[in-house]
């Protein structure tokens, strides 16, 4: 299952404000799909807690809940993934322009007077690009494992009463 993002991939001819605009626009998407996952991950761990707190599960319940486990790993996993993809590639960009790591310093590129050269900043924000679509990527894949963390959940809380 992919999802169609609001900007498509880099073309040759993109202006470097359209490269840092689609950039940004994938990177609040990342933020609100890695901000769905938590919370639907939240939920079903508050749910998971409460199950076992209110009932002893059996061997088919304690089976269920490693399929579960499995599911919500792998989207925590995706939301880890998609925050450390995109930290990466914002200390790189920021490392490769000669701006200092702490991000309160102000950025003062390599000469105090010049600006990057065009060829360095498109390169840059072509690279921020690729990992703003590789962020969303991933945070879209935390999303569905999410949903499907929560199915699970549903099935084991079934599973729990019927049983």
Known sequence: MTRTSPVGPPRGDDAPEELLRQACALVRLCGQDGLIAAVLLGVVGVGVIAQLAAVRPGVVQLALLGVLGVAYAGSAGFVV?????????????RGNTGSPLDPAVPWRPF????ALDERVRDGELRRLLAAAHRCSELS???????????VSFVIWTMAMVAL
């Open 81 to 93: 993934r998609s925050r450390m993809t995109l930290v990466a590639a914002l200390s790189s960009a």
């Open 140 to 150: 879209w894949r935390a999303v569905v494992w999410g949903m499907v963390t929560a």
């Open 111 to 114: 000469a105090l007077d010049t």
